[in-house]
Nanobody
Framework: QVQLVESGGGLVQAGGSLRLSCAAS????????MAWFRQAPGKEREFVAG????????VYANSVKGRFTISRDNAKNTVYLQMNRLKPEDTAVYCC?????????????????WGQGTQVTVSS
């Protein structure tokens, strides 16, 4: 079975930066998409960013576009989320997800595999 292991979360001041990593292990995929979602207390899970297996197509939520960058290294089976100019409203539990799909979906429903989540807290 596929396992997703996240790292890089923590506490940072507004305007600062964090880099999240999500490493996949277990069965290998010929092609798949990966994405980041987040959920804040009292709110529903929301899409943050996604990337195709080739890295040729990326999708961002309007709230993070221009500040966050998603990338991947297929040789390492790892996806990254570089977060710059962080805001207090970015505070949430961030989860990575993966599935055997050739396009990025902004809904969580198509994704089969999920990480455990990592806490990101942005203070003012």
């Amino acid at each position: 079975q596929v396992q997703l292991v996240e790292s890089g979360g923590g506490l940072v001041q507004a305007g600062g930066s964090l880099r999240l990593s999500c490493a996949a292990s277990g069965r290998t995929f010929v092609s798949y998409a990966m994405a980041w979602f987040r959920q804040a207390p009292g709110k529903e899970r929301e899409f943050v960013a996604g990337i195709t297996w080739s890295g040729g197509s990326t999708v961002y939520a309007n709230s993070v576009k221009g500040r966050f960058t998603i990338s991947r290294d297929n040789a390492k089976n790892t996806v990254y989320l570089q977060m710059n100019r962080l805001k207090p409203e970015d505070t949430a539990v961030y989860c990575c997800a993966a599935d055997l799909t050739t396009v990025v979906h902004t809904s969580g429903d198509p994704y089969t595999y999920w990480g455990q989540g990592t806490q990101v807290t942005v203070s003012s």
